[in-house]
């Protein structure tokens, strides 16, 4: 009977750490950043699917707002990993310098939905995916 409590005392306390390390991990401002920025962009395919280039833009206006606040905040990898001073600077440094290249490429596509121009749309689309899988790749923790 002992041994079972204890079992299963053991059994909650490591799903309670499992869970405070997600807590950990996906509560800072950038996540819920992201968390709105995946929103919007299913709203956004579902303008352009539509044809609906003006809502279309309204979007892109929300977007370029969320990334310019997640370009002010730190990755939870860097922190994970411990990164302090220069080597923290370089690494946010570059964080930046993706995300930079994300808000240029909504920038474009603000133009491209303004001129209703189809083709250019869908390379941009494309490119925004690809950079998203960049700054993943290179920036988030495997939580
Ligand atoms: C349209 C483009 C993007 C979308 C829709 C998006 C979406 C998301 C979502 C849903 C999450 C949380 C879920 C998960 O952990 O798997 C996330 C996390 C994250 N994303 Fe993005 N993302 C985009 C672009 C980017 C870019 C360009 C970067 C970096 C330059 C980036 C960096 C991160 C980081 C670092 C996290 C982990 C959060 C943290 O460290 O606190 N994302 N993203």
Redesign the pocket.
């Known amino acids: 009977m002992l041994r079972a409590k204890v079992l299963v005392g053991g059994l909650l306390m490591s799903v309670a750490s499992v869970s405070m390390a997600h807590a950990d991990?996906?509560s800072?401002d950038?996540?819920e950043d992201?968390?709105n920025?995946?929103t919007e962009?299913k709203s956004l395919s579902f303008n352009i699917k539509r044809g609906d280039y003006e809502q279309a833009e309204e979007r892109v206006d929300a977007?370029l707002e969320i990334l310019s606040d997640?370009r002010d905040?730190t990755?939870?990898?860097f922190e994970e990993k411990g990164l302090e001073g220069q080597e923290l600077e370089h690494r946010q440094a570059d964080?930046q310098s993706?995300?930079d290249d994300?808000i240029a490429a909504f920038e474009s596509l603000d133009e491209a939905l303004e001129a209703e121009d189809d083709t250019q749309v869908k390379a941009l689309l494309k490119e925004?995916?690809d950079?998203?899988k960049?700054?993943?790749r290179?920036?988030?923790?495997d939580?």
């Open positions: 991990c996906g800072n950038l996540h992201m968390e920025l995946k962009m977007v997640a905040e990755p939870y990898l964080y993706v995300i994300t925004v995916g950079l998203r960049k700054g993943h290179a920036f988030k923790a939580c």
